[in-house]
């Protein structure tokens, strides 16, 4: 009657009274699949399992609630050991374990095509990067302008002087001349 929440608790009340019963840990943890409930599920369900490792209807339960935590490999590995202990189980085979193994390819799949998508991301990036020549003649020429104006700067001894308050001086140093242009707080800069 959909009445999940009150078989939860007659579920607990019967685990109370008979806790090594792996049938009520199966039930419950069908309900708790129906309530969407899938960790809690699938800890019921693997109650259920370690109490009866040979119920075959355990492991099914645990292969769907492993299913809907999204853990593929080992919902494939439960519907295979129900399939070991109950071969002739035509549910099993035809919905679950081949579900199972539909959503298993869909998933490498995904994996594959990220892959490649990532793969192709890298060489997108390594493809826009350009290669810059560090030694064609116009980079060496302009360091060797730069080099040059430096060089005539440093010779003519000047200097440029940013205040505190903002103004940029720049000031042209005598020879024989050991002073500073005025005593503020001043940033030298070629």
């Given at each position: 009657?959909?009445?999940?929440?009150?078989?939860?608790?007659?579920?607990?009340?019967?685990?109370?009274?008979?806790?090594?019963?792996?049938?009520?840990?199966?039930?419950?943890?069908?309900?708790?699949?129906?309530?969407?409930?899938?960790?809690?599920?699938?800890?019921?369900?693997?109650?259920?399992?370690?109490?009866?490792?040979?119920?075959?209807?355990?492991?099914?339960?645990?292969?769907?609630?492993?299913?809907?935590?999204?853990?593929?490999?080992?919902?494939?590995?439960?519907?295979?050991?129900?399939?070991?202990?109950?071969?002739?189980?035509?549910?099993?085979?035809?919905?679950?374990?081949?579900?199972?193994?539909?959503?298993?390819?869909?998933?490498?799949?995904?994996?594959?095509?990220?892959?490649?998508?990532?793969?192709?991301?890298?060489?997108?990036?390594?493809?826009?990067?350009?290669?810059?020549?560090?030694?064609?003649?116009?980079?060496?020429?302009?360091?060797?302008?730069?080099?040059?104006?430096?060089?005539?700067?440093?010779?003519?001894?000047?200097?440029?002087?940013v205040s505190a308050s903002g103004t940029v001086e720049t000031v042209t140093e005598k020879e024989n001349s050991s002073s500073t242009p005025?005593?503020?707080?001043?940033?030298?800069?070629?």
């Amino acid at each position: 009657n959909c009445r999940y929440r009150e078989a939860i608790q007659k579920w607990d009340e019967a685990l109370q009274l008979t806790p090594d019963d792996a049938t009520l840990y199966e039930m419950k943890s069908q309900v708790l699949m129906s309530l969407h409930e899938m960790f809690p599920a699938v800890h019921a369900a693997e109650m259920a399992v370690q109490r009866n490792p040979r119920s075959w209807d355990a492991w099914q339960t645990l292969g769907r609630a492993q299913l809907g935590l999204g853990e593929i490999a080992l919902a494939i590995r439960s519907f295979q050991v129900s399939l070991h202990i109950f071969p002739m189980n035509p549910e099993v085979w035809k919905e679950d374990l081949s579900w199972a193994r539909k959503l298993h390819e869909q998933q490498k799949a995904a994996k594959s095509k990220a892959v490649q998508a990532q793969a192709k991301g890298k060489e997108v990036a390594q493809a826009s990067i350009p290669d810059y020549d560090f030694e064609s003649d116009e980079i060496v020429a302009v360091c060797a302008a730069i080099a040059e104006k430096e060089k005539a700067l440093s010779e003519a001894k000047t200097v440029v002087i940013v205040s505190a308050s903002g103004t940029v001086e720049t000031v042209t140093e005598k020879e024989n001349s050991s002073s500073t242009p005025d005593e503020s707080i001043f940033i030298r800069a070629r």
